[in-house]
């Protein structure tokens, strides 16, 4: 028993009795009661979501590094950090705790992985014209580490058109297939395959499992599940969906404070060889170790998933019940907005998770990125309704000119979480119509660039 | 001026009972530090994306202003702020990675660093330098050390050696103030022997350095300076910034985490590393107000400091028969202090099983070193050989019954015939 413990299993205790009923909806708003109000945050999808009592929690490990860090660094970090670990390993099914790794975000466990695949090359394990493969909807940063890793170490990237809207995972597989076969062509090598489980913009759930089923079956060597909006988001069994590496941010839809994410690296001969990229004294000791210590800094984000389980286990069902309430209720409010604007979902029920895709009316002309951040300016500093715009069709001047006010080129990326309200999206769906009565369009809104 | 009681009260939050005395590792943050970071954190939980769009670059930049007037650096883009130091050696050394991988750098082209460079960065150096080709060249340093001509005759030695057979140094990675054992090295002189040698880059770790000693980044002439504000500084954990003059070269340093704004220099894209709590790095304008409420400001604290812990290292010293490891002028607010020899202190593991005792049993936190023994001298005197060295630091918080705490509780364990044998 280690005797370090002796202030709770799980560091700093909640003091909170234990619960025989259900969270109340009066509780849920109290533990987001630091959410500026008046907001219609409809945006959990970006940057998440903490309640009080984690945050409480996270305060408590910030003030026992402040006041004894020595002791902190030698007694207490390590093993609040594995404990974390290991209720992450229960949740998405991983085989070995060592399989684990806590980083900052999907953005770092990307860099990782990518700057693997860079020494490869460097060190000509991989060759020159060897690719890599991503979905043209990977995220802004990814396909950038991807430009700063692969690109510039010689590797050639294959990017998958997908379509959008969609209607089935039958449209995004066959996509796959065919940039997969024509990528491959003329015997060129596909070293890694970068597969969102959730694109971010636009927002679709992508038939993971099956593709990396087909990279397999194609020799793709190894297989990278950008995961940023999975976990609390949809169910994950890394075992089940078979790739060798997967990430997913623990503070978006898990309740963790910014910021947390976990890399899963399947046990292999190339794990082995996995490095953070900010190299400090357990170089060498294996990923996990190695994350476990990237010099001095705020590990507290890190420490508080034990709480975060507390939390999720008042709500009935605990995480299944959350994400499937989540769920049900975002396509009950998409459906609401695209019937009340004569628009409709980009992708069914099904291909979505706790977000979805909601068409916006086309008279609203967002016809560029531009004018989608515009509208999202806009809203936030007009109507107090915070959610993201995405565009797409870039339109060029002369298409502009063509194009008919009823072909659907902006939506609105909706979130729902558990302190969402119904108010939020009615908000939402007001503020449109004001908009549009008063014969507005994103080029026309009140905003600077 | 801050009062001694109002000093005490920002730091209130220090366990009670414990003799503070290794700043230098962890550093330290007054409460008024720790409220104004709670406020930035309160602001992002609240509305996430406004503070995004509006807040996060203009605080950012607001502090990197700071960070510039502070080390005299001629532009704000020469600033970036990061985690730590290192993270900052990562950057360097990731280039230096490219350079080789690209054949910019030549197989056995070499970095020379000092024997007493952190751990981490020695380890940083492998991942990076000798696995993409390089050689790396070690100076070995003297201590106990007595003048700066000695660590200077060590510099050129070693780097006349490393350069023999036509060996190109490509960077040269020197402590302004080494860790373990720390000392002042006389980075300015260094560098300048760098340039006259023909070594392309000086990279100066300073990690301990900024709060603690005057810091002039044109006037030390480095290519890239890094150090940690949340040491003597005052900030949170954790944020560093490092410097890094403008020159064809430093267009082309990136942070390891790329992320949207990879390619528009290393300052934006270390602002935008994905979603983060960056309030450690927004803080720092804050804390110039904080330093403002004492005598002399910076300058003021860190002459106290100095002569503090000079006074004390003495006054330790002289209790034990002991001697401190280097003099006066080439410490810090930090000082590394002989400990009896009878403790017989005589590997790193006894250093640290001291430290753990002092700790668990004394509630001293204080760093032990350990000079490790030539055999030779081991086999004969060793009953005369200072072997093992505390190294305590002064910050303003620290007050001297710390010290004398620590004096009698090694003075006890010497009378009662106590050795590093003893603990397991």
């Not at chain 1, 991807?146 to 058109?161: K, L, T, W």
């Not at chain 1, 997913?248 to 910014?258: A, G, M, V």
Request: charged share 25%; proline share 4%; aromatic share 8%.
């Amino acid at each position: 028993m280690d005797p370090h413990r002796e202030n709770g299993a799980h560091g700093p205790v909640s003091k909170k009795a234990r619960r025989s009923s259900s969270i109340t909806f009066e509780e849920i708003q109290e533990e987001f009661s630091h959410h500026e109000r008046n907001v219609a945050r409809i945006n959990n999808g970006s940057f998440g979501s903490c309640p009080g009592s984690v945050l409480a929690a996270q305060r408590e490990w910030q003030m026992l590094f402040l006041s004894q860090p020595d002791d902190f660094y030698f007694n207490r970090l390590q093993p609040a950090l594995l404990e974390s670990r290991s209720v992450i390993k229960s949740i998405i099914n991983a085989a070995d705790v060592d399989e684990v790794s806590l980083v900052d975000n999907a953005t770092t466990a990307a860099a990782i992985v990518l700057q693997k695949v860079s020494w490869a090359f460097s060190e000509g394990t991989f060759s020159r014209g060897d690719a890599v493969l991503m979905l043209h909807y990977a995220y802004g940063a990814v396909k950038k580490s991807i430009q700063a890793y692969v690109s510039r170490a010689g590797g050639h990237v294959i990017e998958v058109p997908l379509p959008f809207p969609v209607s089935s995972d039958a449209e995004i597989i066959d996509e796959f297939k065919k940039a997969l076969s024509l990528g491959k062509a003329g015997g060129r090598k596909v070293r890694l395959a970068v597969i969102d489980h959730i694109t971010s913009m636009p927002s679709v759930v992508i038939p993971v499992k099956e593709l990396t089923r087909i990279c397999r079956e194609e020799g793709v060597d190894q297989v990278f599940v950008d995961a940023a909006h999975a976990i609390g988001n949809v169910k994950i069994d890394v075992q089940d969906i078979g790739a060798d590496f997967y990430t997913s941010n623990l503070h978006k839809w898990f309740f963790c404070p910014p910021s947390v994410a976990f890399l899963y690296c399947r046990k292999s001969q190339v794990s082995d060889d996995m490095h953070h990229p900010v190299v400090s004294h357990e170089y060498g000791n294996g990923l996990a170790i190695e994350s476990g210590w990237i010099g001095t800094r705020d590990y507290s984000a890190q420490l508080v998933v034990p709480e975060v389980i507390r939390f999720i286990n008042r709500f009935e069902g605990g995480i299944e019940g959350i994400r499937c309430r989540n769920h049900k209720k975002v396509i009950e409010m998409g459906k609401m907005l695209a019937l009340s604007w004569g628009t409709r979902l980009g992708s069914p029920p099904e291909m979505c998770s706790s977000m979805v895709m909601v068409g916006l009316p086309g008279c609203l002309k967002v016809y560029n990125d531009k004018d989608a951040l515009r509208l999202r300016k806009y809203l936030r500093e007009f109507h107090n309704v915070e959610v993201p715009i995405y565009c797409c069709k870039q339109l060029t001047d002369g298409e502009v000119e063509r194009i008919s006010s009823s072909v659907i080129t902006g939506y609105a990326r909706i979130s729902y979480q558990v302190y969402n309200v119904v108010e939020d999206y009615e908000r939402l769906k007001k503020a449109i119509d004001d908009i549009i009565t008063g014969e507005f369009h994103a080029r026309l809104l009140p905003v600077t660039d | 001026m801050i009062t001694d009681v109002e000093i005490l009260n920002e730091f209130a939050h220090h366990e009670p009972g414990v003799a503070r005395i290794n700043n230098g590792s962890f550093g330290s943050c007054p409460a008024s530090i720790i409220a104004a970071q709670k406020q930035w954190q309160l602001l992002v939980l609240r509305q996430p994306d406004e503070f995004y769009f509006n807040h996060l670059q203009p605080g950012l930049l607001s502090s990197r202003r700071v960070v510039q007037a502070l080390i005299n650096a001629s532009d704000v883009d020469e600033v970036s702020l990061v985690d730590n130091a290192t993270t900052a050696a990562a950057i360097v050394l990731q280039k230096v990675s490219w350079a080789f991988s690209e054949g910019v750098y030549s197989r056995g082209d070499a970095v020379i660093m000092l024997h007493y460079a952190y751990s981490a960065v020695k380890k940083s150096i492998q991942a990076y330098v000798s696995r993409a080709g390089g050689h790396v060249i070690e100076v070995p340093l003297p201590f106990p050390v007595s003048s700066n001509h000695e660590i200077i005759d060590e510099f050129r030695k070693a780097l006349s050696l490393g350069k023999s057979e036509g060996r190109r140094v490509r960077l040269a990675v020197i402590d302004h103030i080494t860790s373990m054992p720390s000392v002042v090295i006389p980075v300015k002189e260094l560098t300048k022997i760098c340039r006259e040698e023909g070594v392309d880059q000086v990279f100066v770790d300073a990690a301990h350095a900024i709060g603690n000693v005057d810091v002039d980044v044109q006037d030390i002439g480095a290519d890239f300076y890094t150090s940690n504000l949340h040491k003597w500084y005052f900030c949170p954990p954790s944020v560093a910034f490092l410097h890094c003059r403008k020159s064809p070269v430093s267009d082309d340093m990136h942070h390891p985490v790329v992320s949207s704004e990879y390619g528009k220099g290393l300052a934006l894209e270390s602002a935008w590393i994905g979603a983060r709590d960056y309030s450690s790095q927004l803080v720092v304008p804050q804390v110039i107000d904080f330093i403002k409420r004492f005598n002399g400001g910076i300058e003021g604290i860190q002459r106290r400091n100095h002569k503090k812990v000079v006074e004390t290292g003495k006054m330790l010293a002289e209790s034990w028969g002991t001697c401190l490891g280097s003099p006066p002028e080439m410490s810090s607010s930090m000082v590394m202090v002989g400990l009896p020899c009878c403790l017989r202190i005589f590997s790193d593991e006894d250093a640290l099983k001291l430290r753990r005792h002092l700790r668990d049993n004394h509630r001293i936190e204080v760093p032990i070193y350990c000079k490790a023994p030539r055999d030779v001298e081991l086999g004969r005197e060793w009953s005369n050989l200072v072997t093992g060295y505390a190294r305590i630091s002064h910050q303003v918080y620290n007050v001297a019954d710390d010290y004398y705490r620590f004096r009698d509780v090694i003075n006890r364990l010497v009378d009662d015939g106590f050795h590093c044998g003893m603990l397991s």
